[in-house]
């Protein structure tokens, strides 16, 4: 089956913490994206990127960071600088830029 | 803010009514939208989408019209089901290759049995 995996389902993080949450797509896609979802908003985009070893900042990358080394993953760190980071989040690849987006079923990180 | 909006934050419909899902976009320069369904605790997904190009667009159950001269995009669920119960957002696109999505805030849907 074709799709995007995110893990962990659920995540916690304590205080000065960095963690990392998982993304990995079998889509074949070239572009990949990160979306943070908070309470009754839409989608705000944290990171994307075009292709392997390339990636740029959406409208809210500080505190975040990311790597593109394979095709298949785009993982994301939400470092101790993120003050307000629970939220859920969503990974999702295109074929191409500007191709509809597919979505994973998201993480939702909170802090202990 | 928001670049693409809704009228509506909630909705409530009787099984078996059509619905009517309304969204607002401020970019005329948009040539591509996209209509996702969200379902709770669960990622996006694609229902239908539609180009600068066309007024209309026809899926299984779903129809999307666009009306650019006022920049409004609307989603119709005929006969909605209890399983549309979720949250719909609009996605407008514009940039080309280097563009991105931008979200509304989404409409909930409620279909009362």
């Known amino acids: 089956d074709g799709g995007i995996t995110q893990s962990p389902k659920y995540l916690f993080r304590k205080e000065g913490q960095n963690v990392t949450l998982s993304c990995e797509q079998n889509l074949n896609h070239d572009a990949m994206y990160w979306y943070r979802q908070d309470p009754g908003q839409g989608l705000r985009l944290i990171y994307y990127?075009?292709?392997?070893?390339?990636?740029q900042k959406g409208d809210i990358a500080e505190g975040y960071s990311v790597s593109r080394e394979k095709k298949e993953s785009f993982p994301l760190t939400v470092t101790s600088a993120q003050k307000n980071p629970t939220a859920f989040y969503l990974c999702a690849s295109s074929i191409h830029q500007g191709q509809p987006q597919h979505f994973g079923d998201g993480t939702r990180l909170s802090i202990l | 803010g928001e670049s693409v909006g809704l009228h509506l934050p909630t909705l409530s419909v009787q099984e078996g009514d059509n619905s009517i899902i309304n969204c607002a976009y401020s970019?005329?320069?948009?040539?591509?939208f996209i209509w996702y369904k969200q379902e709770s605790g669960k990622g996006p997904q694609f229902i239908i989408d539609?180009?600068?190009?066309?007024d209309k667009r026809q899926g299984q159950r779903v129809t999307v019209l666009l009306n650019k001269t006022v920049k409004h995009l609307s989603l119709q669920i005929a006969a909605t089901q209890p399983g549309d119960s979720a949250v719909y957002f609009c996605?407008?696109?514009?940039?080309?290759?280097?563009?991105?999505?931008?979200f509304g805030k989404g409409t909930k849907l409620s279909v009362k049995p």
């Open positions: 539609i180009r600068s190009n066309m």
């Open positions: 996605a407008e696109f514009y940039g080309g290759s280097q563009g991105n999505l931008i």
């Open positions: 970019n005329s320069a948009s040539d591509y």
């Open positions: 990127s075009q292709i392997v070893n390339d990636f």
